[in-house]
């Protein structure tokens, strides 16, 4: 059994560079920080303030070049990328901005997939619910070029959360969204993660997004630069 009072994530003195040679850019600058189990956090600030990219970290698509990445109690540093991949399918849901949907997939197909590759006998069951949940029930054997935006992303979400993971990371998920739609889109991430009890990151240019989060850290030029608590009501 985890450990409930263990973080959910936590980073310590984490660097990491992206690019080579001359090219090469130090992204995040000593990165410390432990999310609870169950906590809503986002993440804020200016664009190319490494926002996404300390994301991609938590998630374990980007490897830092040093220090500590510890997801629901696995150091990710000791995986190789076969355990990692199947460390990620199992325990941490990705929503990205721009939906990432396979086009040649219906909706049923596209979040039965990551089912069917943990090898869940019942994927195409438990992705029809999953559908169901985010009121798509209607729009399942539907291609994504055939939904609209909001549409897509509701897929994207119900794949997400289909492998019930312990962690659910959120880049810009409202980006590609009109102002009404990505609203729906936001209460529809926070209702699947209080009925599930997941770990919430988010990542967004929304002050009044991150607000509704239990906590925000903004981060500046890679370094978290305030690390605050907020009020809930």
């Known amino acids: ?19 080579r040679a001359a090219a090469r850019v130090h992204i995040l600058k000593g990165v410390s920080l432990s999310l609870a189990a169950g906590e809503a956090t986002g993440l804020v600030g200016p664009s190319g303030s ?3 990219t300390l994301l991609m970290t938590m998630a374990g698509l980007e490897r830092p070049d040093s220090g500590l990445v510890k997801v629901a109690g696995q150091d990710l540093g000791q995986l190789g990328e076969d355990g990692l991949a199947v460390f990620r399918g199992r325990q941490i849901g ?7 949907l396979v086009p040649t997939m219906t ?25 169901r949940n985010v009121g798509l029930g209607d729009r399942m054997d539907h291609y994504p070029a055939q ?17 019930d993971p312990a962690i659910l990371v959120a880049d810009e998920p409202t980006g590609n969204l009109d102002e009404s739609t990505g609203r729906s889109i936001v209460d529809l ?5 209080r009925e599930r009890g ?9 002050l009044s997004l991150a ?23």
């Open 50 to 52: 490494g926002k996404s």
């Open 211 to 233: 607000a509704a989060c239990d906590r925000t850290v903004h981060l500046r030029a890679g370094r978290i630069e305030v690390d605050a608590d907020l009020a809930v009501a």
């Open 198 to 206: 997941a770990t919430l990151v988010l990542v967004t240019h929304d």
């Open 107 to 131: 909706a049923r197909e596209n979040v039965a997939l990551p089912l069917e590759l943990a090898g869940a006998d019942d994927a195409f069951a438990r992705a029809e619910a999953e559908l």
């Open 147 to 163: 939904l609209s935006g909001g549409e897509q992303q509701r897929v994207a979400i119900a794949r997400a959360v289909a492998p």
């Open 94 to 100: 990705i929503v990205f901005q721009s939906f990432h």
């Open 1 to 19: 059994m985890s450990d409930k009072s263990a973080p959910a994530i936590e980073l310590r003195d984490v660097h990491l560079s992206l690019g």
């Open 189 to 193: 991430i926070f209702a699947l993660r």
